[in-house]
């Protein structure tokens, strides 16, 4: 049973000193208890008070992690019901389902399809993580076959589906240094399963007709020393699969009922042959609480709308989404292209950078760190002003990559100017429109 926020209270240093980031030992302890805090934020508790501390300062839904290196995906480790309150910790991964039957050129088509279908956003590359090996055949050899090919091919993490123990043993075989997410344990190969983890360890999904049966199997499987586990609530059809969800959030986080504190694997296309609405429903467990969506097939129109719902579900809502600092090349700049700079509130990086590209005039966007606000809230809040712009530039290498010693600033920090050319001497500030729409007629009148 999870401690108290007073018996872990007692277990820590009581040293107040702030740096887990609230300011007593108490409400870090209240913290622990509710699941908001991990304990490695306090770096003076002792090692025996961690050992008793790991029950409370663990996440109610375990983290599991299903493949290796830089491609490793964790799911779970989620602590509240709605992002408001918090936040979402790890992005439900996005995966394609191929089947050991299909022929080489679908087979083809669809790992060309998942690795071209990736988007840059906000610094960041959108894509799914995962392919789903589905032994639709029952033939071991066509199992083993299409693992290796997908193996070879992609780095992504992989799904072993097969109601063939045997066929999923072997599987596991091949692939096992990839660590693959096995599908699935349940009443009638519990003990099959059991065995094969113990001998090759890999994070199972459990699977039941209802969440008591996946309740008893998570049980049975965590007392025999297998953790890493993932649900399948068996549900075939949309409403029940919603109820589901959100019955196994709350159980976790509301009642700390330990049997259904894992994430979660839902299949949209068991729901419909549909496939605009297998893309709805795969939304919906988007935002509710699918830790993996596998989809029947990827299509641009669709993967795309999900990628950025997800990307924006699972953004921290206390801070605004941002742009990484640095020099973005719009088109093909050259030593006299223009240099303008912005800040990095994500919607100001994509507008400014829109219209840039609209002008079809090449040129250096320099975004500066402003922990994510506009150009106006942030020269407000002393964040876009001469003195921060200034040594920004400087440390860039903005000025190896052009002749000319012309800065763009926006119209809104047009007060900064005169600041800007006391500390750029060797520049000359420029001001550029106050609103985004009118910076393709601005550039067309460009000379270096």
Request: proline share 6%; charged share 25%.
């Amino acid at each position: 049973m999870a401690l108290t926020g007073i018996a872990i209270f007692k277990l820590l240093p009581k040293k107040n000193c702030g740096e887990c980031g609230v300011p007593t030992c108490l409400a870090f302890a209240m913290n622990l208890a509710a699941g908001k805090a991990e304990l490695s934020a306090c770096p003076y508790v002792s090692e025996e008070a961690k050992a008793q501390l790991q029950e409370a300062s663990a996440p109610p839904i375990r983290i599991v992690t299903i493949g290796t290196g830089e491609r490793a995906f964790k799911v779970g480790g989620e602590t509240v019901m709605f992002r408001h309150e918090k936040r979402f910790e790890n992005p439900p991964g996005i995966a394609l389902l191929i089947k050991d039957n299909m022929d080489n050129t679908e087979v083809d088509a669809r790992l060309a399809r998942f690795k071209q279908l990736q988007y840059e956003r906000v610094g960041l590359t959108l894509r799914p993580e995962l392919i789903a090996i589905k032994n639709e055949s029952g033939d071991n050899g066509k199992f083993v076959e299409i693992i290796n090919k997908i193996k070879s091919s992609s780095d992504c993490g992989i799904i072993l589906m097969s109601d063939n123990t045997d066929n999923l043993a072997a599987g596991l075989q091949v692939c096992a240094e990839r660590k693959p997410l096995l599908y699935a344990a349940t009443n009638d190969n519990l003990q099959k399963i059991i065995d094969l983890v113990k001998k090759t360890p890999a994070p199972v999904v459990v699977k039941g007709s209802n969440l008591d049966e996946v309740a008893d199997l998570t049980t049975k499987l965590t007392a025999a020393g297998i953790n890493d586990l993932i649900i399948d609530s068996g549900a075939k059809e949309i409403k029940r699969a919603f109820e589901d969800q959100i019955i196994i959030r709350s159980a976790a986080l509301n009642k700390k009922f330990r049997p259904l504190g894992f994430p979660t694997i839902v299949f949209p296309f068991d729901m419909t042959a549909d496939p605009m609405k297998e893309a709805i429903y795969a939304s919906i467990f988007v935002a509710k609480y699918g830790g993996i969506i596998v989809l029947s097939d990827f299509q641009g129109e669709s993967l795309f709308p999900l990628l950025v719902e997800r990307l924006n579900i699972y953004t921290d809502p206390q801070r605004p989404l941002a742009t990484t600092e640095g020099i973005y090349e719009i088109g093909k700049p050259d030593d006299k292209s223009p240099v303008l700079i912005t800040s990095n509130f994500s919607l100001t990086y994509f507008l400014v950078s829109g219209y840039i590209e609209t002008s079809k005039v090449s040129a250096y966007l320099m975004v500066k760190d402003t922990e994510g606000l506009s150009v106006m809230t942030a020269w407000a809040a002393g964040k876009f002003v001469a003195d921060v712009i200034a040594p920004f530039v400087k440390k860039s290498n903005v000025w190896e990559k052009v002749t000319h010693r012309k800065l763009i600033i926006p119209g809104y920090a047009a007060a900064e100017s005169g600041g800007l050319e006391e500390e750029l001497p060797d520049w000359q500030i420029l001001i550029g429109p106050r609103d985004g729409a009118h910076i393709p007629a601005f550039l067309k009148n460009w000379k270096a």
